[in-house]
């Protein structure tokens, strides 16, 4: 199976900061990745897919990068709305596996 | 716009069964691989399993192989989840998704396995 970590595991941040999180593979997956939001008590949304490709309708302030094993998700001007957990997800291979989640919250 | 709506969380005792369906509407079912997905209270995101258009290719986490069934009914636009000899390890808020890179999800069922 392909596992998938994420860095860090948790941040603190201020609206308007820059926000990058790292997601790795333990095996190259080409560019099959995407990430995710998940606010408290509701179901994820699809952020990025293709590990670079905006999904329709997410705000242009989220970009991704990366491909093989190593890959970012960049928040480029932290809005409160983006307070929630980041997972990313491989489905290159199954079992598909998703990073264990960052949580980003108010500083 | 796409919607899919879970249906047939509960309580279940360890051992127990239970079927959990997906209705989806606002895309053309038939054409998008569909998956389930679940998270155990306070945890992260598990991949469960995902079927193809036709349903010719089931696939699954190792978990839950040989316990759970993932099927469609394309006239119908529904995808369900057959669990069988369910484990306290099950307990999860089970997601629909649609597409393989799970791009809609819908609110999710509870399932939980205890006696």
């Known amino acids: 199976d392909i596992q998938m970590t994420q860095s860090p595991s948790s941040l603190s941040a201020s609206v308007g900061d820059r926000v990058t999180i790292t997601c790795r593979a333990s095996q190259g997956i080409r560019n099959d990745l995407g990430w995710y939001q998940q606010r408290p008590g509701k179901a994820p949304e699809r952020l990025i897919y293709?590990?670079?490709t905006l999904q329709s309708g997410v705000p242009s302030r989220f970009s991704g990068s990366g491909s093989g094993t190593e890959f970012t998700l960049t928040i480029s001007s932290l809005q409160p709305e983006d307070f929630a957990t980041y997972y990313c997800l491989q489905y290159n291979s199954y079992p598909r596996t998703f990073g264990p989640g960052t949580r980003v919250d108010i500083k | 716009e796409v919607q899919l709506v879970e249906s047939g969380g509960g309580l279940v005792q360890p051992g127990g069964s239970l079927r959990l369906s997906c209705a989806a509407s606002?895309?053309?079912?038939?054409?998008?691989?569909m998956s389930w997905v679940r998270q155990a209270p306070g945890k992260g995101l598990e991949w469960v399993a995902n079927?193809?258009?036709?349903?010719?290719?089931?696939n699954y986490v190792d978990s839950v192989k040989g316990r759970f069934t993932i099927s469609r009914d394309n006239a119908k636009n529904s995808l369900c989840l057959q669990m069988n000899s369910l484990r306290a390890e099950d307990t999860a808020v089970y997601y629909c998704?649609?597409?393989?890179?799970?791009?809609?999800w819908g609110q999710g069922t509870l399932v939980t396995v205890s006696s």
């Open positions: 079927i193809k258009q036709d349903g010719s290719e089931k």
């Open positions: 293709a590990a670079s």
């Open positions: 606002g895309f053309t079912f038939s054409n998008f691989w």
């Open positions: 998704a649609r597409g393989d890179g799970t791009a809609n």
